[in-house]
């Protein structure tokens, strides 16, 4: 590429051959992108001709009709959009590795959460000053004026009242997101209320495990084989006043994982990223190390390492704990750590990025801000940090509106190593991975990146995952099968239509 | 710096020094920056001060409430709230340098149009089908029932009603422009219909040249020196029966401007760039063309070259003309061509970028998509092709709605050439370059870019233009005594100010 730099250069263009050159300028240029060194075989080609033509169908109509292409608008508004894309429903079938980055109680959908989980037995309601509050009691304590839900729900006026009151607080969905949530404070104001309205109702042991179960449940059904969860680690309770503490919680997280393998063998496995709010102060830090270290030591294996979360902007840099976080680099304790999620450059949750890079981060969450960072990204580059990006996450909570401006694309056009992920489903009524999958594809990509940058996808996901060499290798045998059998499908498809069309003309 | 990133790179982080090694990074990366490598003298960095005092200030209220941040609006909802920054107040004082991408018929505020053009003699109204047009005759011809505006408005029941109706038509301007133009095509029908409204009305010669006269005046008060003016030159009328055809306008352009200029010694001048519409087939290219030849041969150092304009995605492709525009190329006719103007990756309008290098472009204008192009950001690095960023026109044409998600800030953090300009202020209210200045310094750049980057960005406009050398030279020469008094006269107020604070205390 060097000679045709110079060729470009130092050569007058117009006794070049035009097309030629042109020609070469464009395929290198796609040869730079996301996946574009992979070689398709016979099948897989089959299968991109089907994914492209859908793919240039729905660009086409967006093209047309630029308001309505469902990743220039706000995912709250489109998500049945979405659903009815073609490219949508082969994502859906299509083995995507890995999710990276999800948190603990945002993982399931809404729904779930709403019909089966405020249905159960033994759950009890509290409107305090206007405000409804659910918790699990055997017998309710005297906190608040509590009632049991499934009593307060005989009553038809009543339940049609608690059932609003709840779905309002279950989730971000609302008819007009972009006035509803009109900044990225307003956004995160309802994100972490929806935290504090689900927590008193998730941490319920029971429940908990239920719901990390229909977390994994989602996942596989979207053809997801592995995730690595950020979880702050909440307490749970129960019925015989235990509370369960850290690595009581690492333990059943671990026997459910285990639970789900058996009655999944495909399914690759969980591991955890202990994540607790960076809002913390240095005390409560150092706690937060401590147990890290003993969690690490408990389960080295299934502890993937350690993160800060909570509203980069308005939380403690991680200047503030890099200090008392670089004494557990040197433990074998890995770090994912959020930086960049903003697009105030300059401030310190962009230099965030710095110090992530310079505590030895293995992934970036979001990074948002990373492409205005020239020296970083190099530095990325060379020390081949994956940078998990969230788009619906990005959208929702009001970085960008129309994602065809999302900051990190130069990423995907350039093959950083990058792996796309979910971050919290569960409170924007999204479920698994599909729909990010989708926006990255339709507005994050060129209208030129295929299967092949979508297989290069998967296959980030799982080798920037925390898993061993042993385990990679059996994650990336499972996932080539499934992936064998997801292209020869579509391709049979084709066939099969091209069969009935020739047959009915 | 390959001895700091080989320290990141191979050395053990925990060891070195953190702070040390943060800090240098950091510098690294603003020393790659738009104007880092510039030195402010004493007087300089006074003014600094001041204006990066006011710069956190504006920064922190915008960080607190992101929504009312003005770049983070449409700038059509905000012109009121940028004039109250005191940022915008410093940016109309800079001596600024050069625009280096306006339009002929876009120049001048929208005010002068209404309160000045539509109250002269001999203006004509017709309404036809409820669509209002207006014309100058001393005789209204048969084309429509027309009758003379200022005899209608004289009827106050009839003036509220054409006032109403040409001010819809003659600006963008609205309520809520995000509604009024929902996507990048509903903004361009508006953009394109006030164009065909107020074209009848500028192409009566005198007014066409009371409106270049105006322009000028505009952007002179506004601290701008020098105009590379992209116009269609099309036909003049006058109430001789004259018809003006492109040379003659040329020249018509040519004596106004040396008219000007004697009015205004410091001001150093126009050149234009010939820029007839993409939507042209190759019958009318090829007279483009020639009418190009014939323009620069007879003004060869005013012409300062060609582009084609129009709505890129819905226009033409370079590739459509390439073979007819690689001819004129040998003959000393620069290339000044729109490029990238649109967030479709991988579309045609995409691929203008290769065509416009490969077509030796001096300039590229807008190159919105331009930062997902690693190879083509190589090449415009190389063959130093400077980038003419037009930020509130993106906005208002709908190609980005929060201008921190501008697509180009990447070129601003690593010290790309990049020039700023209005494109067509008049249509949306603005005035002259300063509004855009504010949102480049407050959006596109980093809250650590200061006087040294505005320093730049006017150098850049000046030695990017055609000027040839010795008008470069002398360009310069007036720039650098302007932009002294201007950083004297922020430093000498700063001082006062504290004079008084001192007294007063």
Chains 1, 2 share one sequence.
């Not at 492209?52 to 049945?80: D, H, I, Q, T």
């Not at 240095?282 to 401590?290: D, F, S, T, V």
Request: hydrophobic fraction near 40%; charged fraction near 25%.
């Amino acid at each position: 590429m060097v000679l045709l730099t110079c060729t470009i250069v130092n050569v007058a263009f117009p006794r070049a051959n035009y097309t030629i050159l042109r020609n070469e300028i464009l395929e290198y240029e796609q040869r730079l992108m996301i996946g574009a060194n992979l070689t398709l075989n016979d099948i897989e080609r089959v299968a991109n001709k089907v994914l492209m033509e859908v793919k240039k169908e729905e660009l086409n109509v967006g093209f047309k009709n630029p308001s309505r292409y469902p990743p220039a608008r706000n995912f709250l508004a489109v998500k049945e959009d979405i659903e009815r894309s073609k490219v949508f429903q082969l994502l859906r079938r299509m083995p995507k590795g890995a999710v990276l980055h999800a948190h603990d109680t945002a993982l399931v959908s809404g729904n779930y959460l709403y019909h089966n989980i405020t249905f159960r037995d033994d759950l009890y309601v509290c409107i305090n000053k206007g405000v409804i509050n659910l918790h699990f009691f055997r017998v309710p304590d005297k906190s608040c004026s509590w009632e049991l839900l499934k009593k307060v729900r005989k009553d038809p006026e009543g339940a049609e009242k608690v059932n609003k009151m709840i779905r309002q607080r279950i989730s971000m969905e609302c008819d007009d997101p972009t006035s509803a949530y009109v900044d990225v404070n307003k956004a995160w104001d309802k994100f972490v209320d929806i935290f504090s309205f689900i927590i008193p109702l998730l941490t319920y042991k029971p429940i908990y495990e239920d719901h990390f179960l229909r977390g994994l449940e989602e996942l596989y059904e979207d053809n997801v084989m592995y995730l690595e969860l950020r979880t702050t680690l909440p307490t749970l309770y129960d019925f015989d006043g235990t509370k369960y503490k850290p690595e009581d919680l690492v333990g059943i997280y671990q026997s459910l994982t285990q639970r789900f393998k058996e009655k999944h063998p495909d399914f690759i496995g969980v591991k955890l990223i202990y994540a607790p709010m960076r809002t913390a102060g240095r005390k409560e830090a150092e706690y937060y190390i401590k147990t890290m270290k003993r969690l690490k030591t408990l389960y080295p294996n299934f502890m993937a390492g350690f993160d800060l979360v909570g509203q980069e902007d308005l939380g403690r840099t991680l200047e503030y704990f890099a200090d008392l976080l670089r004494n557990i680099g040197e433990r074998n304790i890995n770090f994912f750590f959020h930086a960049g999620e903003t697009n105030w450059l300059g401030t310190s949750t962009d230099e965030n990025l710095v110090d992530a890079i310079l505590l030895n981060t293995k992934r970036i969450g979001h990074g948002y801000a990373l492409p205005s960072h020239p020296f970083l990204l190099e530095l990325v580059k060379k020390l081949d940090i994956a940078i998990e990006v969230n788009p619906i996450s990005n959208q929702v909570l009001r970085l960008v509106d129309d994602l065809r401006n999302h900051a990190v694309r130069p990423l995907f056009s350039e093959g950083y190593p990058v792996v796309v992920s979910n971050d919290d489903p569960g409170l924007w009524g999204a479920r698994a991975l599909s729909y990010d999958f989708y926006e990255a594809f339709m507005a994050l990509m060129s209208a030129h990146a295929d299967l092949r940058s979508l297989k290069q996808l998967a296959w980030n996901s799982l080798s920037y995952s925390t898993l061993n060499n042993s385990e990679t290798q059996k994650a990336l045998d499972i996932w080539e099968r499934k992936w064998h059998t997801f292209v020869k499908d579509i391709a049979y498809d084709n066939s099969q239509r091209n069969k009935q069309r020739t047959t009915t003309t």
